[in-house]
């Protein structure tokens, strides 16, 4: 069965999302945390990517990129094979790091208050992971924008942009009585998750986002460019092969298809006549 293909336009933003192979640890030290931070700088350098949250596990990540050009596929290419090679060289490791194709949601960042909902869930991961007790700040887990929130904006990462989030969240200016702000509304989100009790659900969505992956799939220009997001294939794969074969990340970005045309290829190849719902 082919490859699910992915949506990519000017300005899209994902919640991008992969774990390591057989859910084994892809971060072993704060050395790894850094050297990946490190890659993800270059990446987006090299692309023009703009972070707005980003949160590394043990073994996995999340991230929330947006594209200015729509090269997400390519970039992400780059990216988990250049990590994938930097961690195998130095603990002295070869092949797969991550178990199969990364999952990429499309986030709706028009304004209507999906992309807080996004980031908020990228940066109360390690709560759900039990990482931050209860007693314990947000700024407990270091590995997390969160923390880089609340920092001016000379103390951040250049490819971190705040902007967007704390418009959000009614936050007008980035000061100090901003950032303050910033950090009692998602204590108070936290509080709220805590009440609810919202687990990750097997496709890593949230609301929103699947409504919002098939509005931008039927109306991207009358052109689309692939499925909005894919479940992956996380533990099915094992770590053979060298460096240079980081993990199957070769992606399906493609050139844009007329409408039906997708749709006319599968029937040829034997599939469905309907697009497929992820």
């Given at each position: 069965m082919a490859r699910p293909l992915r949506v990519q336009y000017a300005g899209a933003i994902y919640h991008v999302m992969n774990r390591g192979d057989r859910r084994e640890a892809v971060f072993k030290d704060n050395k790894d945390h850094e050297r990946f931070l490190q890659t993800l700088a270059e990446a987006c350098a090299r692309t023009g990517w703009q972070i707005h949250a980003w949160c590394l596990m043990k073994n996995h990540f999340h991230l929330v990129i947006e594209t200015p050009q729509p090269n997400l596929?390519?970039?992400?290419?780059?990216?988990?094979?250049?990590?994938?090679?930097?961690?195998?060289?130095?603990?002295?490791?070869?092949?797969?790091?991550?178990?199969?194709?990364?999952?990429?949601?499309?986030?709706?960042?028009?304004?209507n208050g999906y992309l807080r909902t996004i980031c908020d869930y990228v940066h109360l991961n390690p709560v759900r992971a039990g990482l931050i007790k209860g007693t314990q700040s947000l700024e407990a887990h270091r590995w997390s924008s969160f923390n880089d929130y609340l920092k001016g904006p000379r103390k951040r990462p250049v490819w971190l942009r705040t902007d967007r989030l704390f418009g959000e969240m009614g936050i007008g200016a980035d000061t100090t009585v901003g950032r303050r702000r910033f950090e009692d509304l998602m204590e108070q989100r936290r509080a709220q998750e805590k009440d609810q009790d919202l687990a990750e659900n097997p496709a890593g969505l949230v609301p929103g986002q699947r409504q919002f992956?098939?509005?931008?799939?039927?109306?991207?220009?009358?052109?689309?460019?692939?499925?909005?997001?894919?479940?992956?294939?996380?533990?099915?794969?094992?770590?053979?092969?060298?460096?240079?074969?980081p993990g199957g990340h070769g992606?399906?970005?493609?050139?844009?298809?007329?409408?039906?045309?997708?749709?006319?290829?599968?029937?040829?190849?034997?599939?469905?006549g309907a697009a497929p719902a992820g």
């Open positions: 596929a390519a970039g992400m290419k780059w990216f988990l094979g250049t990590y994938t090679g930097r961690f195998n060289r130095r603990h002295k490791f070869f092949g797969h790091l991550f178990g199969g194709r990364y999952k990429a949601l499309a986030v709706d960042g028009s304004g992956s098939f509005e931008i799939a039927g109306s991207n220009g009358g052109e689309v460019q692939g499925l909005p997001w894919e479940a992956g294939a996380a533990g099915e794969r094992r770590r053979t092969g060298g460096a240079d074969h992606e399906g970005g493609v050139a844009a298809r007329r409408p039906g045309e997708e749709t006319e290829r599968r029937r040829r190849k034997g599939g469905v």
